[in-house]
């Protein structure tokens, strides 16, 4: 196994939570060069299933336009959805992430002078509140973080008055273990996803490129409560799958248990 590097969270910053613990730093695995180079290698071939199966769902849920709106992008990355919600006529877009190589790359694609981005982690992302967001947005981001219920109350804060919330994650079933791999019969086929310890929340070590990546396993029932505690209604809830027909043949066996959880909300 790889030595752990110095994105991954297990240094300490010494500002203490509201139990009086002290917080680990946000994770930011994408600066790892190993793990980016990985990453954009696969954006770049077009296999990445959240273009096949989330990034789909995530705009069926969309508004047609954003004509006005103020919104925010957690988790950023290369910037497609700020570009694409300031061509739907946003007022402003602001886009955070903890990578620097995301948001380089992402100013480097930006032309539009209403998209603002920082280089920052929602953990510690401040924002400038002249007037509050209209809709917050994060495509798989948030089992990233530790404390969902903190991002959770930032976010109702951020909002204005029936703002919305929108997000994607790693299903439940997915992140339970962390291996994240079928069961393969004797012929390399897969014969079935293994399911345990999913009443167990918390983080989960597993590889993705490189060792040591944290993810946070938590159960649907988490992800939905802790919007209708925070204040929010939930819209809509989604479990993307593969189209039966056309080139998404290719990712049937994702039917047979779903890789995303997509949730609406909206702030009471």
Known sequence: MKQKTLFQRHQIVHSPTQSGSEMPDPQNIYDDPDFYAGYEELRRSGRALNEILEQPAIRSL??????????????????????????????????????????NAARDLTKQTAITYENVAIELFEPKLER???????????????????????????????????????????TALAAQKWVKDAHGDAEYWPIDNYRDEGPRETSWFVDGVIKYHRTIETYVNGLLDKGFS???????????????VRWAKHRRRPPFLILAAEKR
């Open 234 to 248: 939930l819209t809509r809830l989604l479990e993307p799958e593969p189209l039966d027909d056309g080139e998404d």
């Open 132 to 174: 509050r967001f209209d809709y917050v947005v994060s495509s798989l981001a948030l089992h990233y973080v530790e404390n969902y219920q903190e991002i959770l109350a930032k976010v109702a804060s951020w909002l204005s008055p029936n703002g919305k919330l929108m997000f994607s994650v790693e299903h439940p079933i997915c």
């Open 62 to 103: 969309l508004p047609r336009s954003f004509e006005g709106l103020h919104l925010l992008d957690i988790g950023c990355g290369f910037g497609d959805f700020a570009r694409s919600a300031c061509d739907q006529g946003a007022a402003s877009v602001v886009g955070i992430d903890p990578s620097s190589n995301m948001i």
